[in-house]
């Protein structure tokens, strides 16, 4: 057996494909911060990674476009919507929830600490920050780490559903792990995240889009450090809408590493996963996995070819 080439597929094997994608893309992230400001620098972040992508799905992985989870149309964006809004009604709950009982302290406002007509501006920048993040992320952990260790993993007695839970878990923990390296974190925060990154994954592996989880990640963030001042994954936050000054138990709070890396934080991640299989079960009527993860690569490029000959 070639340990690098399948002929089978006629592509890399996954772990090449892996590799390759991820040293890649961190070497995008890198190369983006020549760029001579924020809004620049994670636009540039965001098309390069999409460009990647493209890149591999259509020439590396040899999949069509239209299986991987970015087809953009009337219900991806209404996914994409829903899952900011949840993500920003769980960050409300959570502030309000702070506030009440004394472990945040409202200090100011943006157009307070800003003397000028434009006090947004530095928040509007923010939140293409966040949505870049939240957009390229995804994209990489989700988009294509999990089905990639899926692929990997559906081996010998090894069916692609029970890949499927360890490509979940694997992928949830590098996504958690890559966030070691922030300031302030703490294992406690990494494994938070670690979960997040499982939360994040339910939308993918059910409803086969990417959107919930963009909406999600992209909501969680903004809403976080945009709109009410907390730290988002240890960096702090210059503007924001309400400012705040962080006290309470930290293994509670988070702390100095914002919601995420404390208690709190696990609870709203638990109650936005409630709320993603909510939604997918009203709109699926079951929690089954999506085709795309029910089969091998060959099988479920059989039945893609099968619905084109059908249409």
């Known amino acids: 057996m070639n340990p690098f080439f399948s002929s089978a597929e006629f592509r890399p094997r996954a772990l090449i494909r892996l590799v390759l994608f991820l040293f890649l893309s961190f070497f995008t992230l890198g190369v983006s911060t020549v760029a001579t400001n924020e809004v620049l620098e994670f636009t ?8 990647l992508f493209y890149v591999f799905i259509r020439f590396i992985d040899l999949r069509e476009f239209k ?49 000028n007509d434009i006090w947004f501006l530095p928040i509007a920048v923010f939140f293409v920050k966040m949505m870049s993040v939240g957009f390229y992320e995804e994209v990489v952990f989700r988009g294509y780490v999990l089905p990639n260790l899926k692929e990997g993993l559906t081996i010998l007695k090894i069916t692609p559903a029970q890949a499927t839970i360890a490509a979940v878990l694997i992928s949830s923990g590098v996504f958690g792990f890559a966030h ?8 406690f925060a990494v494994l938070n995240i670690v979960l997040a990154g499982v939360m994040l994954s339910i939308p993918l592996i059910l409803t086969g889009r990417l959107a919930l989880s963009i909406g999600l ?95």
């Open 44 to 51: 540039i972040r965001a098309v390069s990674i999409a460009g």
């Open 67 to 115: 299986s991987i989870g970015l087809n953009v149309n009337r219900l991806w964006v209404k996914e994409l919507i829903f899952g900011f809004f949840a993500a920003g009604l769980t960050m409300l709950g959570i502030f309000v929830y702070e506030y009440l009982s004394g472990d945040i302290e409202i200090i100011g406002f943006g157009w307070e600490s800003i003397s």
């Open 180 to 187: 070691y390296g922030n300031p302030n974190a703490t294992i």
């Open 217 to 311: 990640h992209f909501g969680w963030n903004f809403f976080q450090g945009g709109v009410f001042g907390f730290r988002v994954s240890g960096q702090s936050v210059r503007h924001s809408i309400i400012e705040i000054q962080q006290g309470g138990n930290e293994l509670w709070t988070g702390g100095s590493f914002g919601p995420e890396g404390g208690a709190i934080g696990v609870l709203g991640v638990i109650f936005l996963m409630i709320v993603t299989l909510v939604y997918i079960r009203k709109i699926k009527g079951d929690f089954g996995l999506h085709d795309a993860y029910k089969g091998t690569f060959i099988e479920n490029q059989e039945s893609l070819l099968k619905a084109d000959e059908l249409t």
